[in-house]
């Protein structure tokens, strides 16, 4: 399968604990993009990766929320001291440099208790 | 800011009848529009986007800049159209940036 991938697919935490998730783009895509989606939303845009150049962040993406892609190609999603308000799904999307159109992974679902 | 609006949450239609999904947009530029589907169980798809200007699994959309739309139709839908559907907008100028979505609308035919 060639489709974006993101691991985990689920996952549970306690309050205040530390999770990452994993997201590997489509092969020849250079963007790569998080967004979060709750129950009744669509997807809400959190930031976006050009190749490892983090080069846009939304305001909802708060100071216990990092991403990296340190080689251009997978990234990470990092949300510290978790609370129950980050319980959702966590969308990963790439897309080619010259194409706004973008593909979606099957996100991770995190249930914060 | 921009903004993207799906009035309707819920649309359930029978099998055979025409179908209208409505998005309506707020930017102050010229967007792009896509529209996107989720079936069951399964990850958000591109359907369509305005500029192709094609037609996907019968569906079709036009951009009509002066009621600030981009509609979904379909003439005669089929059980297996039964999905969510988002229209999402990107801004255009300048480099690539995250897409503006609606909060969805759930399309339900009946047999």
């Known amino acids: 399968d060639t489709g974006v991938s993101q691991n985990p697919r689920h996952k549970i935490t306690k309050r205040g604990q530390n999770v990452t998730f994993r997201c590997d783009p489509i092969s020849e895509h250079n963007r790569l993009y998080w967004y979060r989606q709750t129950l009744g939303q669509g997807p809400e845009f959190l930031t976006y990766f050009q190749n490892e150049a983090q080069l846009e962040k939304s305001r909802l993406l708060s100071d216990r929320f990092s991403a990296e892609r340190p080689k251009g190609s997978f990234s990470t999603l990092e949300i510290q001291r978790t609370e129950q308000g980050d319980s959702a799904m966590y969308l990963c999307?790439?897309?080619?440099?010259?194409?706004?159109?973008?593909?979606f992974g099957p996100g991770t679902r995190l249930t914060v208790l | 800011a921009q903004r993207v609006t799906q009035p309707e949450k819920l649309l359930s239609v029978f099998k055979g009848a025409p179908v209208e999904l409505k998005c309506n947009y707020s930017y102050s530029g010229s967007p792009e529009l896509f529209w996107y589907v989720q079936y069951s169980r399964q990850r958000l798809q591109l359907l369509l986007r305005?500029?192709s200007r094609e037609s996907i699994k019968g569906f079709t959309a036009d951009l009509n800049k002066g009621e600030t739309s981009f509609h979904l139709k379909k003439p005669f839908a089929q059980e297996e159209d039964s999905a969510m559907y988002y229209c999402?907008?990107?801004?255009?100028?300048?480099?690539?940036?995250?897409?503006?979505f609606g909060k969805g609308t759930h399309l339900i035919i009946q047999p």
């Open positions: 999307a790439s897309s080619r440099k010259t194409d706004r159109a973008q593909y």
């Open positions: 305005h500029i």
């Open positions: 999402a907008l990107s801004r255009t100028g300048g480099g690539a940036d995250g897409l503006t």
